[in-house]
Nanobody, 126 residues
């Protein structure tokens, strides 16, 4: 059984930064593509960023491109989301997710991911 535990959320002023972490346990972390999604109140869950198993390929939603950076440390079974220049519209619960696959591709939709964390709240005050 794979478990994902997010941390690093909190309250930050607009323009500030946060770094989210997601620790994965249970299976070989390096064989998973990893992603971050978010869900704001009253809205559907949306893609934020994803990274291939090797870390060689990264993907971002247009809304966060240039402000957020996804990375991973396979030795620590951890994926990160560095969030800079935060805006009020970034306020949401952020979820870490994993999909078992090799190669440089990542799942195209949330439904294709195998495992999800419990989420961490990010609140950006304006």
């Amino acid at each position: 059984q794979v478990q994902l535990v997010e941390s690093g959320g909190g309250l930050v002023q607009a323009g500030g930064s946060l770094r989210l972490s997601c620790v994965v346990s249970g299976r070989t972390f390096s064989r998973y593509a990893m992603g971050w999604f978010r869900q704001a109140p009253g809205k559907e869950r949306e893609f934020v960023a994803a990274i291939s198993w090797s870390g060689g390929s990264t993907y971002y939603a247009d809304s966060v491109k240039g402000r957020f950076t996804i990375s991973r440390d396979n030795a620590k079974n951890t994926v990160y989301l560095q969030m800079n220049s935060l805006k009020s519209e970034d306020t949401a619960v952020y979820y870490c997710t994993a999909d078992y696959r090799l190669g440089e591709t990542v799942p195209g939709t949330a439904a294709q991911y195998d495992y999800w964390g419990q989420g961490t709240q990010v609140t950006v005050s304006s």
